[in-house]
């Protein structure tokens, strides 16, 4: 048994314009600042939780305050914990760098310092290339002021300012790094003096595209663009679309990849194909009693938890939805672990023992199973390119056979050929599974001595695109 030698030939090179993402290439991720821990083992329990949940990236935070240029000791420690620990699991690592509203950066003294900050956390995590900036700036827990004297939207055009600085610091560490700016909340009020000032991220990005072209700069501040699409409540299902108001969900993506572009197409920074990560989604289940001694306090009346079955029903449809969204990079569910405090959130996949997983944990697994495979669900106008590839087929045999491996789940049809002719002798159809090889093994019929081939054509099983084309090595059956 050898490598075959193996020419992979795509039927038609063309393939849907499928902006950057969506399909099998989107990553699964789970938010927790649970992960960053005093050891590496410590941390390496954790992270192997989320990804047992079939979560392959993790995001956390890490805090800015006025006046630091770098991060504090014990927390960077923390994280440097959770990132190796990430590695060891082969679990991308995303770093939120976040701050409250008394520590908007809005002077130009606070800029650079953020800057600064912003490279020396890159150097010190030379690993990890994933950076969003800031945390819903939309709301004034967040970002402060909101609004001007006269009521204009003095919120976007600053954190442009600070896009702006730290695109060019972190792009200044490593040019590999990427970008992510908005992280908006999915709604809010735009009303000024109401004592929460707030705005909706329909405003919001219009604003922000507003002041990047005033501005005049011509580079991006921004490689991809993150939203928090959580729903009105626990209780409301990810499908619900928000047409007639200024929220934005996941089921709103054609509002929002709209929004972006009237934003910015026809400038420097990409509007409508720039890749959309939704940061974080949650979905509250309720405490069984059994696990209620994990928790304290009371639930808010507005959350509206959900069963374990229901909210594990709706991770997988928001999954699912964003896996048909085409410049859609990534979802991340908030939380991996549960928070003991009920006013907090209790959208995990494990209670708050930090250990023990809901039964939602399961529907989780299937989905991130199905995604990277290719089979979550059907999407109109998406077509699935397989790579694929042939092994073990022998140089001197009385039966053919091979081993095929597919990326995504497969369908196959193989024949037999007799050279020098290339005439059929032998067929073979089938699936695979995708990741997993797939036995070829043709009828033990009595052959003609002679040279053979395989060739074989693999198609995915679902949202299938052009044939991929696998021709074997020729080998000899005696």
């Keep these: 048994m050898r490598l075959a030698s193996i020419i992979c030939v795509l039927a038609a090179l063309a393939v849907p314009a499928?902006?950057?993402?969506?399909?099998?290439?989107?990553?699964?991720?789970?938010?927790?600042?649970?992960?960053?821990?005093?050891?590496?083992?410590?941390?390496?329990?954790?992270?192997?939780?989320?990804?047992?949940?079939?979560?392959?990236?993790v995001r956390?935070?890490?805090?800015?305050?006025?006046?630091?240029?770098?991060?504090?000791?014990?927390?960077?420690?923390?994280?440097?914990?959770?990132?190796?620990?990430?590695?060891l699991d082969a679990v991308d690592v995303y770093i939120s760098i976040t701050f409250g509203s008394r520590n908007t950066p809005l002077t130009d003294e606070h800029l650079d310092q953020f800057a600064e900050f912003c490279q020396t956390l890159s150097n010190d995590l030379p690993s990890v290339r994933y950076f969003t900036i800031g945390n819903e700036p939309n709301l004034n827990r967040f970002w402060l002021p909101q609004f001007g004297p006269d009521g204009e939207d003095v919120a976007a055009p600053a954190y442009g300012r600070l896009l702006a600085v730290?695109?060019?610091?972190?792009?200044?560490?490593?040019?590999?790094?990427?970008?992510?700016?908005?992280?908006?909340?999915?709604?809010?009020?735009?009303?000024?003096?109401?004592?929460?000032?707030?705005?909706?991220?329909?405003?919001?990005?219009?604003?922000?595209?507003?002041?990047?072209?005033?501005?005049?700069?011509?580079?991006?501040?921004m490689d991809w663009f993150a939203i928090h699409p959580y729903e009105d409540n626990s209780s409301v299902p990810p499908t619900t679309k928000h047409a007639n108001t200024t929220t934005i969900a996941i089921a709103d993506y054609d509002k929002l990849v709209a929004l972006l572009?009237?934003?910015?197409?026809?400038?420097?920074?990409?509007?409508?194909?720039?890749?959309?990560?939704?940061?974080?989604?949650?979905?509250?289940?309720?405490?069984?009693?059994?696990?209620?001694?994990?928790?304290?306090?009371?639930?808010?009346?507005?959350?509206?938890?959900?069963?374990?079955?229901?909210?594990?029903?709706?991770?997988?449809?928001?999954i699912q939805l964003a896996f048909c969204q085409p410049t859609v990079r990534g979802i991340f569910l908030f939380h991996v672990f549960d928070e003991p405090g009920l006013p907090q959130w209790q959208s995990g996949l494990y209670y708050a023992d930090g250990k023990t997983p809901k039964t939602s944990r399961t529907a989780v697994q299937a989905a991130a199973a199905a995604s990277r495979r290719g089979v979550l669900t059907r999407c109109a106008g998406l077509q699935l390119p397989v790579k694929a590839i042939l092994t073990g087929l022998p140089r001197l045999a009385q039966q053919a056979r091979a081993s095929l491996r597919c990326d995504l789940d497969c369908t196959y049809y193989a024949r037999l050929e007799k050279l020098p002719r290339h005439s059929t002798t032998q067929v073979l159809r089938g699936h695979a599974v995708g990741g997993y090889p797939a036995r070829l093994v043709f009828p033990p019929l009595r052959l003609a001595r002679g040279r053979y081939r395989i060739t074989t054509e693999v198609r995915a099983t679902v949202n299938p695109g052009p044939p991929t084309l696998l021709v074997s090595a020729p080998f000899t059956i005696r």
């Design 261 to 318: 572009g009237r934003a910015f197409d026809g400038t420097a920074q990409p509007g409508s194909t720039i890749p959309i990560v939704y940061n974080e989604f949650g979905v509250e289940s309720q405490i069984p009693p059994d696990k209620a001694g994990l928790y304290e306090g009371t639930e808010p009346a507005t959350t509206k938890p959900v069963t374990e079955a229901v909210q594990g029903a709706y991770y997988r449809q928001a």
């Design 60 to 87: 956390m935070t890490v805090t800015w305050e006025h006046g630091r240029v770098q991060p504090e000791d014990v927390e960077l420690d923390f994280v440097k914990n959770a990132v190796a620990a990430a590695q």
């Design 166 to 221: 730290a695109y060019d610091a972190l792009k200044g560490a490593n040019a590999q790094n990427i970008v992510i700016g908005g992280a908006l909340s999915p709604r809010g009020g735009d009303k000024p003096n109401t004592g929460r000032d707030t705005h909706s991220p329909t405003t919001f990005i219009s604003d922000l595209g507003d002041a990047y072209r005033a501005g005049g700069r011509t580079k991006p501040i």
């Design 18 to 57: 499928l902006a950057h993402a969506g399909g099998p290439a989107m990553t699964i991720g789970g938010v927790d600042d649970a992960f960053k821990q005093p050891t590496i083992p410590d941390a390496k329990a954790k992270i192997d939780l989320a990804k047992l949940a079939g979560l392959r990236a």
